[in-house]
């Protein structure tokens, strides 16, 4: 796997995610996961690859949680805004 080739997929993967392009962001991860794993079973990974698959790991899990954390909060208040209207009618 080329390392030109594996930033850059890197860094589409990160501009998917951060424009909350979940869809998209999984195709190009399930793209990568495959080129990752071809050079493990033909011997050409290398601990940076490694370690910066580890770390793209981390970093979209990171995404995901806040962006799940913030659907939440808003999901939550537009509950809280129907009660309270419900209320006060």
Not at 2 to 28: G, P, V, W, Y
Request: glycine content about 6%; aromatic content about 6%.
């Amino acid at each position: 796997m080329n390392d030109a080739l594996n930033k850059d997929a890197r860094e589409s993967i990160r501009q998917a995610m951060a424009s909350e392009e979940f869809a998209r962001a999984q195709r190009l991860w399930d793209t990568y996961a495959e080129q990752v794993r071809a050079a493990i079973l033909d011997g050409s990974a290398t601990e940076g690859m490694m370690a910066e698959m580890r770390e793209l790991v981390g970093w979209s899990r990171m995404v995901v949680q806040s962006f799940r954390a913030h659907a939440g909060d808003q999901v939550n208040r537009a509950h809280v805004a129907r009660v309270y209207d419900c209320g006060n009618s």
